[in-house]
């Protein structure tokens, strides 16, 4: 391969250099029903699993098909979602904020050739290319995060996982059956880029080993005093140490008994790794929600403490998460979130419903506001 | 024939979900056959490679890429992630992996001829393989060379007028919910006000001058569909001050059943017929709605906005008119102190361009005192936790309001100021001696 | 004045020493009908504010008269309730958790004597000695503390302003015309003997002058290093102070910007005094309560941050709580206590309701968990 | 002619409440009259000197009063307050002004022999003033001399076969409520274990081996007129594991409005006709209960016994039958991290007669562990916050149960233990490298 100049001039960066503009105008980008109509709507309706119509008061009506992303795309994926847009929707298509894609059509006769299309089209081993659905009261897609295809904190992938967990609950994604939005996301690590704190189902990445110490390196490659600044329970601490040759170098200890496996540290300082085959796995959180429907938004809530990594189709994962779903979609009420469904019958009937077991690795240790989360009542189910 | 052997990716190339694995085979296949006669910037067999890398790490469990050292385009502190493999002998084609973050357009519309001059330039410059989006909300470009990120910069901007997001200790590429350009909801613009802030703080977000990363997400409205209120160091929702307009023909609609509650979200199921009473009116949590012979009423004053009752009747009800955003602060993933949701700092503002008191009384009171006082690697929402709300309130410049708790403080240790308290702080013991003896 | 001995030989003080008894045993105390009936009551009904009757299966039915006791009391005093339970009770009477005296008769036509003589009974100025009240739906007894007439760290009294408030509340003791019980209690600081941290509404006596150090002494009268562990904020260091004489004295320093009054290091060090005519006052708290009826017990608020002492009758203090009391008689719903009240509404209404102003003393500003009292959604009122 | 004068105090002498004021000056003037010609044993003018040093407080705004020092009687760590008058040339009389705290009995019920016998003790040997009771439940003695403090215990012990109480760091005078003396609520007999466990434990009482004060209070239901779950390091509360008995007969009979509700208890206004759906059914907050047909189901398993629908309906509805406690640790005051609300530890124990239970497997390894590792002037409460509730758990020895919270963790900072995570921690950075290049 030779090197194609884009027009760059290493020797003289500055020239012609264009910065700072920004995005593109999102008014380039709106379907012309969209700029006719941008906030005019009038309301809307879902016709069926994955189709929205808007309705505006000029009369015009925007017919929405969304289908399921694996965010995860290639060049040619993303071409070929071009393709569609050229074909059906005047060549303009939309991501959702959790990376569905949508195509949106101006007249209902448009509906079905799309629809069709969408679901007509398979990838080699048989997978929908864009599977309709993922409105309503159902299962959206999974945000989530890099994992083993690019990050070097995971505790997990993310990408399989997410696939191995919509393949299960892929009919509620194409279905409506649920009290309300159940909202599934997924973060390799604890810096959780997924915002899984929120979700009603969260598949969260976790180690559970210390951090090895490479001394030889640490202190080449780290600044140590902000690993020892990283640590959230002040586990780190300066240290010297004697090297198998007899050189004595700087770098640090850690208090095992006080690391909680967050992976601060590496973040800071490449020699201290965490990752482990056995030591890593995932943590189920539930009972989130960002919305401020009914009640306010919610923190998601340790339920499973651990599951190992069992590659690739994480079978313990996605049946713990079917059970969740599954005692949710009985129990619940209509409108009722995962979270409040859970505070309305207590949490230990949910427990109890999901069939998960109380662990004492569920009950916060964490600082001073770990206190609130205990039971200061009476008040309680047997 | 595949470079190397994937036996345990392969198996997630079945089942319904559209498999990433298939994809990325895809497009290693199209590099590997090139039909167009591209001249690749980049290893030919990266995507090759980076499904060999992952199957290791499915084989491990455990990821196989190193931190990133800095990389990154002149003059700006980020948009650039840098990634090296740990193996890069058995994995030269991904030796050197850099993600490109490019800041998305608000609302994330596109027309697929812009789409596909990204598609062009990453399959020649890069792996060809991106994250639509990613979780803050740009465009991810996965996988290229140092050399290669200048020049997809400057292809970026000279050919597609189009910059690079956020990443490092700066402003993060603001993103917003689809809000008025197709939601009945949206009480403000969000696209509009997404983007005005995005290109005047542009200084902000490409040169980082801030203690850590910050983030901005416009919601249209409390259903919060950019989740910014659990996720955005300042998360702006919509919503309005007057009343719920109510369409009592539609109301009657929604009663006798021609028209499907909450737009037929819960179509899936049967759950009997529509009751206004239990569904709506029941379970609005101020108990502000009373329904009684065939007619809805809202008492507005008490209404907290939250969005149910029109949700499940958007046809009947409609956000109020004069609208505008509640401004909440300091959310964020739980490093390292825990998560934090956003706490409600403004209760009302208007949000109409350019926008001059959100950016001047909201936004840059709060960056001056971060930037002052805030310590390396601390977000807005763990500065609001060491120095109080207080201190929000006195940098605003604002009254305490009630608004800005969910309840009162329940101990009462008061830092009281000495100003505060008549007669000041300096007493005379020998003074105070000459009535209490020791 | 001569000294009489009791028979105690100080020479020999185990000589005879009788200890570890405990109290008398109750049985010993109970009422015939008590005897007779207990655990076999089946209900109750309050026949007229401060009248109750318990009913057991065996058909037997006890009637208790509730008076309302200012427990500070003197022998007199007690010798005249025992006047009264020899003439109507047959020598047995009894004492609430809140203070106040009930007087049991065991059949219905024993009452109205017994009400009437406890009605007349009144003091030199005019007050009831026997006030009959305090059951149901009203106030009852304020519980408090020592205040002004035996402790060594109240920043108010506490007889004082109970009966001035007792004054002001006197008709919702003698009626049942709120939507629930509402307690108030009083505690002269903030080691808060009246357990006021839970009460409908509290009075809380509270400092605002860090203390002074009396140098000289200190570190004769203190173990300094007890002072110093003593203080919530880590405000107090260790000093070497030189005093006017010249001579150089261990002390202790006070970071005063750190200080928040609790007087502890006072409690642990008389030299460390920090009681003003100016700066000691009343706090007012809110919406607190203990049983566990439909929801859970909950602690009071900070409603009102600062009211200067006024004796001798606390106007000020006697009129936000009366305020506070009208404006919940109010609002409420029946059965909803002032803090489910608040709740309900919301705390930003209940300033509204109680015409309180809403300051930035009210914040929650105090460790980590004061974050989780801020308000974490788009949901309130305007 | 008063010894001091009081325009202050005598203010407090109007309104309808008892006066404290006229009450001490009324013993004030019987010790001045001395009409039985009582040897009093501490100045006859304690009562016009406390008045006169209350007044000065109500002058200048503070105590007169100072630290006690250690004054007690022989071989007990507590049961008396040192107190000394900070101007005790102008109040000899209360000069040293000692409180003695006399172990109240169970339930507070009392013959009037036996207060007239304390009476005339207190008049004799203190100043005649009392407290009934105190805050934790003592019958309060205020004011005496040093002297007297022996010859007080001596009386109490020979004449009175009345103990004193606790104060210091040691178990506090333990209290309860009425209970099954007067109560139908009762779950199990509260004046029983409180006398008992007082006894059995006479030595902590007495003697402070502990490293701060602890309560023990005892609620025989979750009305808790006792108050123990706000303010007992130890807390007993009644409830039943079986079901509401329920009479069908006496429901009717309320909502035909024979029976008044909550036994009259809101009479003092006209609510309205009592109406059973709304101010039963629907405050139910499990929402476990039906109305229809003039038949109330409840759905015992989902009851959590807060007994609201008991109290509106006393006639109708009775707690099980299957009773015992539920035990809640670490309430307490806000000294120093702020109030603590008692902590579920145990949701059902049965509560009979000699308590073994309760005493083995519950007070004794409690206390256990708080001596071992308590702090100085550490509160339960606060060692279960520093070390956490699991390790609470451990010294119970029991399983950890979704019961004793509210919500589980919503940070996953979980401390794995070594010995839980396969292959334990040791680990060799050398063998990593093998596979993970730096
Ligand atoms: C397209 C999208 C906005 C965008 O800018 O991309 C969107 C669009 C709509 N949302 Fe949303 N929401 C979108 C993400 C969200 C999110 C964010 C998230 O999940 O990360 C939330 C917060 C979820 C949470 O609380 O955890 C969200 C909470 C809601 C709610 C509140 C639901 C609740 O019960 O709490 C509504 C109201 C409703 O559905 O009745 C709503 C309603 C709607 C409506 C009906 C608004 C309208 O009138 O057009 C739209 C169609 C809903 C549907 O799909 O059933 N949208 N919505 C997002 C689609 C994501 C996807 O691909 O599935
Ligand atoms: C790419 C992305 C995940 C994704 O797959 O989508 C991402 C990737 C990384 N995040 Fe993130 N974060 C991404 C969105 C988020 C979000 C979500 C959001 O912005 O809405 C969060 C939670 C919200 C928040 O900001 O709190 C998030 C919270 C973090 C944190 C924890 C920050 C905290 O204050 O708690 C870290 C740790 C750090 O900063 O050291 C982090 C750090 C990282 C780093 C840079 C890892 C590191 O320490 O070097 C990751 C680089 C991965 C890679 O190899 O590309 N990332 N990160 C997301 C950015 C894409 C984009 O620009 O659109
Ligand atoms: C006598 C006494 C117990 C004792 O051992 O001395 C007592 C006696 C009764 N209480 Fe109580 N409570 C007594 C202090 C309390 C306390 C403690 C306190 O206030 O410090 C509480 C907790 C208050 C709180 O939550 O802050 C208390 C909360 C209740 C409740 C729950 C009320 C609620 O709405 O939350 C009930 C149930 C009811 O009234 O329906 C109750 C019910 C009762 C009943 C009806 C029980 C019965 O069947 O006999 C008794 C008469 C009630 C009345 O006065 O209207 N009792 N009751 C106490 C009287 C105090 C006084 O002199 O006024
Ligand atoms: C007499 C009494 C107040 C009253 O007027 O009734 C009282 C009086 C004192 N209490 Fe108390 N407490 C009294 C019940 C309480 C209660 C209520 C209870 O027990 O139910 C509490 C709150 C519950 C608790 O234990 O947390 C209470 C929480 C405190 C505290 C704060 C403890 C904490 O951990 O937060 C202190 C400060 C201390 O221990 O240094 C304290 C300290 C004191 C001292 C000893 C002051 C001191 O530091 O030396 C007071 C002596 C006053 C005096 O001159 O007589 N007192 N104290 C109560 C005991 C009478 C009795 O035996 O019946
Ligand atoms: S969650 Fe952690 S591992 Fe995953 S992308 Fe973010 S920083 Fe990387
Ligand atoms: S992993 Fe986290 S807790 Fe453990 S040592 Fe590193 S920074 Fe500290
Ligand atoms: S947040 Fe509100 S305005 Fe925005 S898309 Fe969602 S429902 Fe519409
Ligand atoms: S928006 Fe919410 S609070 Fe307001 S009336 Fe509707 S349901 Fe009630
Ligand atoms: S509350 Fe404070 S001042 Fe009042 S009696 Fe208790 S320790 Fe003394
Ligand atoms: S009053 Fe409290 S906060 Fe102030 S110095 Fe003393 S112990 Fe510390
Ligand atoms: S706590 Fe329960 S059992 Fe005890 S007196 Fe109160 S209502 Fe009766
Ligand atoms: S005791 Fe409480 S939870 Fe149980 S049925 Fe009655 S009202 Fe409902």
Known sequence: MAFVSSGYNPEKPMENRITDIGPRHFEEFYPPAVKANKGKWLYHEILEPGVLVHVSETGDELYTVRTGGCRLMSVSHIREICEIADKHCGGYVRFTTRNNIEF???????????????????????????????TGAGITNIIHTQGWIHCHTPATDASGPVKATMDVLFDDFRDMRLPAHLRVSLACCLNMCGAV???????????????????????????????????????????????????????????????MFCGNCYTMCPSMPLADDVGDGIVIMAGGKVSNRITAPKFSKVVVAFIPNEPPRWPKVTDTIKQIVEAYAK????????????????????????????????????RDPAYYTWRQTSNFKF | MAKHETPLLSQLETGPWPSFVSDIKREA??????????????????????????????????????????????????????????????????????????????????????LKGLCDLWEFRGSGITNMHGSTGDIIFIGTTTPQLEEVFYELTHTFNQDLGGSGSNLRTPSDCVGQARCEFACYDTQAICHELTNYYQDELHRPAFPYKFKFKFDGCPNCCVASIARSDLSFIGTWRDEIRIDAEAVKAYVGGELKPNGGAHAGRDWGAFDIQKEVVDLC??????????????????????????????RALRIGNDRGVTILAGAKAPILDGAQMGTLIVPFMKAEAPYDDIKEKVIEPIWDWWMEEGKNRERLGELMKRQGLQRMIEVLGVDPDPRMVQEPRSNPYIFWKEDEVEGGWKRDINEFRKYHKR
């Not at chain 1, 009603?200 to 490659?221: N, T, W």
């Not at chain 1, 009722?336 to 230990?348: D, H, M, Q, S, V």
């Not at chain 2, 590997?32 to 060999?52: F, H, M, R, S, T």
Request: hydrophobic content about 30%; charged content about 30%; some cysteine.
């Open chain 1, 104 to 134: 949106m059509v101006d007249s209902k006769d448009k509906v079905k050739p799309l629809v069709d299309d969408l679901m007509s089209r398979k990838q080699d081993g048989g997978c929908y290319k864009f599977p309709v659905g993922g």
């Open chain 2, 285 to 314: 949590p101020t108990k502000c709605m009373r329904y009684a012979d065939g007619k809805l009423e809202i008492n507005n004053k008490e209404c907290t906005r939250c969005m149910h009752c029109i949700n499940v009747m958007p």
């Open chain 2, 29 to 114: 296949e199209s590099r590997a056959k090139n039909e167009k006669g591209i001249d690749y910037q980049i290893p030919v067999d990266a995507c090759e490679d980076l499904l060999g890398v992952l199957e290791l790490s499915y084989k491990h469990g455990r990821t196989h890429w190193k931190h990133g050292g800095i990389v990154g385009v002149f003059g700006y502190g980020g948009g650039v992630i840098g990634r090296y493999c740990d193996q890069p002998e058995q994995f030269p084609g991904v030796a050197h992996f850099h993600t490109m973050r490019v800041s998305q357009p608000a609302g994330k519309f596109y027309t697929t001829e812009y």
């Open chain 1, 197 to 259: 704190h929120c979700s009603d189902i969260a598949i969260l990445g976790y180690h559970r080993k210390p951090p090895m110490l490479d001394h030889e390196y640490l202190d080449k490659m780290c600044e140590i005093p902000l690993a020892i600044a990283a640590c959230p329970t002040a586990a780190i601490k300066p240290s010297k140490i004697k090297l198998d040759n007899g050189t004595e170098v700087k770098s640090v200890a850690v208090n095992e008994e006080r690391c």
């Open chain 1, 331 to 366: 129990g619940a009420n209509k409108y009722e979130r995962l979270g409040e469904w859970a505070e309305r019958i207590g949490w230990e009937r949910f427990f109890e419903a999901c069939e998960l077991d109380f662990t004492h690795h569920l009950i916060d240790d964490f």
